[in-house]
């Protein structure tokens, strides 16, 4: 029987049993008794967990192939955010990990929403217990596709392209895979970046240790030192146990901080102190225990303009770009479309197992025209969904939800960010050059009006 607030495995040995590692996350004792109860019967290895915050610790020491997790932890708090919060970090940590979510019926939306985030299937509490067999059966066929097709992949396995701008970021990336040395990665939402940091991590001496991913533009302020720098029993309320953050967990690794130019200005000193003396302190310990990470961070913010607006710390700044790297968007990588394109159609081909598929030629037009305003991301979510829907080997332009896509959107574009830059012009020598009064009048806050500045090269 699991206790709360620890975790428990079982494995009973049957050859009726499926092969594989399943954890149950839930803060109920009652639910974990009765999952494990249900599938100890048809898995070989059955964990629980009642506190959410130790899953990555756990998936880190155990090969897990589907996890069953509730989306509330708190009392009071029944949004599904939590939950939300936790597949992003589970998803990034353990992409093989199948997750499957466990709601309430009147909770539906929030997983669906889940779904949307790599989710493979929600079930609704109270369940169905042949439902619920059904349903890890195929989370854990689905678990094994994903690893089979890992592991016939080259290590480290990603699209560059021709273009100057990006074969120069990757050069740089070469040389500064073999150091230890900091690196901060720039660009525009969907550019990339993670892909990046985790091709630093396997070109550099330490690709056979973790690579732990923070999304720290997702973390609530509430938990960013727990969930960094871990905790000692009894630090707050729900401290049940001597918990590692995740420095800890990036130990002898890298530690890909993202969308670090969300960090709030009172916690960017914390970080600092860690960056800098490369020491974690558990929150409710007072010795400091030391760290081998290497740190790379990302965001698609500009950091300068942040820190001349005092947003963020210029000491921080200096301290995490030993070595800067700017990924461009597609729009200045139009010569590498088609070929981006053809690789993440063969990735999506191989995901869904089907028969060879090709582009029309108006399709592939129509993707040299796009704008991608949402770059790689935009284009790998528009070719998943075309090769789902295709049903005859060939990938229209309807299928890829591009046929109202017109020649002039790029013009459009550009006539849009003329508009901008003129209201701000005006609205600057309104105000005399009060950054203060200009935000206001805009709507904008300080730092967005910093950047929208540079951007337009306004002084």
């Known amino acids: 029987m699991s206790v709360f607030g620890q975790c428990s495995s079982e494995t009973v040995h049957s050859m009726r049993k499926t092969q594989a590692g399943i954890l149950v996350i839930d803060d109920k004792e009652d639910i974990l008794f009765a999952a494990k109860m249900v599938l100890k019967k048809h898995f070989e290895e059955i964990h629980t967990l009642a506190d959410p915050k130790k899953a990555l610790a756990l998936l880190s020491e155990n090969r897990i192939d ?12 029944e949004d599904g955010r939590e939950g939300i919060y936790l597949l992003k970090e589970i998803k990034a940590f353990s992409p093989n990990t199948v997750v499957i979510l466990m709601t309430a019926f009147g909770k539906v939306e929030t997983a669906v929403e889940g779904l949307k985030l790599g989710a493979f299937d929600y079930i609704l509490k109270p369940w169905d217990n042949d439902k619920l067999i059904a349903t890890v059966k195929q989370a854990v066929a689905e678990s094994r596709r994903e690893r089979k097709q890992e592991q016939a992949k080259p290590k480290g396995s990603v699209f560059i392209g021709e273009s100057p701008s990006i ?23 969907g550019t990339g970046k993670s892909a990046m940091a985790r091709y630093i991590h396997h070109k550099s001496q330490r ?11 997702a973390l609530n302020e509430n938990i960013f030192e727990s969930e960094l720098f871990g905790y000692a029993r009894g630090a707050f309320t729900d401290a049940k146990a001597d918990t590692p953050g995740r420095f800890e967990l990036a130990d002898k690794g890298t530690i890909f901080l993202d969308e670090i130019g969300n960090v709030p200005l009172y916690l960017q000193s914390k970080l600092l102190q860690v960056i800098q003396n490369k020491q974690v ?13 290497r740190i790379i961070t990302a965001t698609n913010a500009s950091l300068k303009a942040l820190t001349a607006a005092r947003e963020f710390r210029e000491d921080l ?18 010569e590498d479309l088609p070929a981006l394109a053809q ?31 949402g770059n790689i991301r935009e284009m790998e979510n528009r070719i998943e969904r075309a090769v789902i829907l295709s049903d005859n080997g060939i990938i229209n332009v309807s299928d890829l939800d591009l046929d109202v896509i017109i020649e002039t959107e790029v013009l459009k574009d550009t006539q849009l960010s003329n508009m901008e830059k003129t209201a701000i012009e005006r609205a600057l020598q ?10 206001e009048e805009l709507g904008l806050s300080r730092a967005a009006l910093y950047r929208r500045m540079e951007k337009y090269d306004l002084k």
């Open 66 to 77: 589907v996890l069953l997790m509730d989306m509330n932890y708190r009392i009071g708090f």
């Open 167 to 189: 074969k120069r970021a990757y050069s740089l990336a070469e040389k500064v895979a073999a150091t230890d040395a900091n690196v901060l990665i720039l660009g525009e939402n």
């Open 207 to 217: 690709a056979a240790q973790p690579f732990i991913h923070v999304d720290l533009g």
């Open 281 to 293: 302190t558990r929150l409710g310990e007072a010795k400091a225990r030391p760290v081998d990470v």
């Open 317 to 334: 700044y200096y301290r995490i770009n030993t070595m800067e790297i700017l990924l461009p968007p597609l729009r200045e990588r139009r």
């Open 343 to 373: 690789f993440l159609l063969d990735a999506m081909t191989g995901k869904y197992e089907r028969d060879t598929l090709a582009f029309a030629p108006d399709a592939l037009n129509q993707i040299e025209k796009h704008a991608w305003n």
């Open 430 to 439: 309104k105000h005399g050059s009060n950054i203060s009064k200009t935000a």
